[in-house]
């Protein structure tokens, strides 16, 4: 029997014939096994599928929706209708829908033995509209914490069914990315990152892990062949003006930097895509940190907005499945029906067989949106405090947690290659010890006797347009729970990534950047 999946919400438009702005937007987010709903009888082998949509209409007009106006396509072969039972679905799709509003409901279908969908469609007058339809992985039910309740939206059970193959062999590529918070109060955590730069590029370059001048200890490892590059978390505001977006659209929309910061000494006005360290290649590791400098100081002119995890998501995606992504890969879309720069300006960057290390620093919890009408200054729809509405309004108006989760698994063809490294606003006392696991339920658990007070999402009395720091050190500034991220990289660490959570809160790197280092070495290491 089918079990819930949570499949990433793509947002497909069509343009009619009257032009851009005469647009039907259809995202599909998730498929589920309603065969048990009262009054279907289908046949032996049937199966009643309710396919979970969120439908825009910017058409103009009223639209009627209705189950016959949805299809459910396979790759080849008779497209199924919409079956008529969900009108009496509680979350059925049905009524008429007024110009420049969306409807999230169900649609069901009769799904014969053997019917693999591809993609869901919806048609309108001569318009159609379509999003990907995923099965190929089963979610399952919800995960626990070990005593505790479950956990909201923690994502797709990897550890369960999953062929991956086998362990891949020792890698001595690395292509490391860098996700740099760059809005306004990321000053010193920019100055922390950048001071234990040389460290990094020392350490992975040589494989002297321990610093002892050899590299025969049972900790070194060989040197890693070294790929940087660095986003930023401003994806834009949807178009609408806000303050501190001064690009409303895309932002940097995950493109990876190239400008150079010239106000620093040594620094030039532009680098490529991403830098290079080759370990014998005449360059010293303090050389190539001073340059990596230039690019990784991103500044604080960014959103403040912050897309971090979109952000990365866009950056590596490529547009179709390649020869290092997974054997399922699915192509996600992002705003305004545009594909990742994994394989277009991005591309290069990820390499076949590579350790592919993503670190987002960030002092700020995600505020990935599907719904960009959350930066609608005036939105009748999402009315609470703009500086609150990625909290108030998260369920309804930011992605899935599964989009980020199985996005970027798929980027490896083996999930062991994937390193998944965030230094953000946990609190330092509570993050793993060197070498040791992350405490998840402390960080994450909805069961408030097992999670740690300060990682509790909640309106600061002392200041009710912002959320209740999870830590704030004099002279150092404030950060927020990052629960989404937490969430993200606690999913992906059970689908077979190697993955730490680090204290964005410590003034010193130090330690953090070594447990990126370890995770990294492990991950190059192989089976």
């Not at 396919?51 to 058409?59: E, F, H, P």
């Not at 797709?156 to 292509?175: K, M, S």
């Not at 007070?453 to 050190?473: G, H, K, T, Y």
């Not at 927020?480 to 204290?503: D, F």
């Amino acid at each position: 029997m089918l079990r819930r999946l949570l499949a990433a919400s793509l947002l497909l438009l069509f343009a009619a014939c009257g032009g851009p702005s005469a647009t039907i937007g259809l995202e599909a987010h998730g498929v589920e096994d309603r065969s048990s709903t009262a009054g279907y009888a289908g046949g032996p082998d049937a199966r009643l599928l309710a396919v979970r949509i969120r439908l825009l209409n910017a058409t103009g007009a009223t639209i009627p929706v209705t189950p016959s106006a949805f299809f459910l396509e396979p790759a080849s072969g008779t497209s199924l209708v919409g079956h008529p039972l969900t009108a009496s679905f509680s979350d059925g799709c049905g009524g008429a829908l007024a110009p420049d509003r969306t409807i999230t409901c169900s649609v069901g279908f009769d799904v014969p033995a053997g019917f693999v969908p591809v993609q869901i469609a919806f048609e309108h007058d001569g318009q159609r509209a379509t999003a990907p339809v995923t099965l190929g992985r089963d979610a399952g039910p919800a995960e626990r914490d070990a005593g505790g309740p479950t956990r909201r939206d923690a994502g797709p059970d990897f550890d369960a069914g999953r062929d991956v193959g086998p362990p891949p062999p020792r890698t001595q590529e690395l292509d490391l990315l860098f996700m740099v918070d760059n809005s306004n109060s990321m000053d010193e955590e920019q100055a922390s990152l950048i001071a234990q730069l040389p460290l990094l590029v020392e350490v992975l370059g040589t494989g002297d892990f321990d610093r002892d001048g050899s590299t025969t200890g049972p900790e070194d490892f060989p040197p890693f062949d070294l790929h940087v590059g660095v986003v930023t978390s401003d994806m834009g505001s949807g178009g609408f003006t806000v303050p501190t977006c001064a690009r409303s659209d895309f932002g940097d929309d995950g493109i990876l930097r190239t400008q150079g910061r010239i106000d620093i000494a040594g620094c030039m006005a532009t680098y490529p895509m991403f830098l290079r360290f080759r370990p014998s290649g005449g360059e010293t590791p303090e050389e190539f940190a001073r340059e990596a400098t230039c690019v990784t100081a991103a500044g604080t002119g960014g959103c403040g907005f912050e897309q971090q995890l979109e952000s990365i998501l866009k950056a590596l995606s490529p547009s179709a499945p390649t020869r290092w992504t997974a054997a399922d890969y699915t192509t996600p879309s992002f705003f305004r029906n545009t594909f990742g720069h994994g394989d277009r300006q991005n591309d290069g960057f990820v390499r076949d067989d590579s350790v592919l290390a993503i670190v987002p620093v960030s002092d700020e919890e995600d505020c990935s949106v599907r719904d960009p009408e959350l930066f609608n200054p005036s939105s009748a729809v999402y009315t609470a405090d703009l500086n609150l509405r990625c909290f108030a309004h998260a369920d309804a108006a930011l992605y899935p947690l599964a989009r980020f989760i199985d996005g970027y698994l798929q980027l490896r063809r083996h999930p062991s290659r994937l390193v998944f490294a965030p230094i953000v606003g946990i609190p330092a006392d509570i993050q793993p010890t060197p070498g040791g696991s992350v405490d998840w339920p402390l960080l994450i658990s909805e069961d408030p006797a097992r999670r740690d007070d300060r990682m509790e999402e909640r309106i600061d009395p002392a200041m009710p347009s912002r959320l209740q720091p999870s830590c704030n050190v004099p002279g150092r500034g404030v950060a927020y729970p990052p629960v989404r991220i937490a969430r993200v990289a606690e999913a992906v660490e059970r689908g077979g990534a190697h993955v730490t959570i680090r204290s964005i809160c410590e003034e010193d790197f130090e330690t953090s950047i070594l447990e990126i280092i370890r995770q990294i070495r492990d991950s190059g290491a192989g089976g």
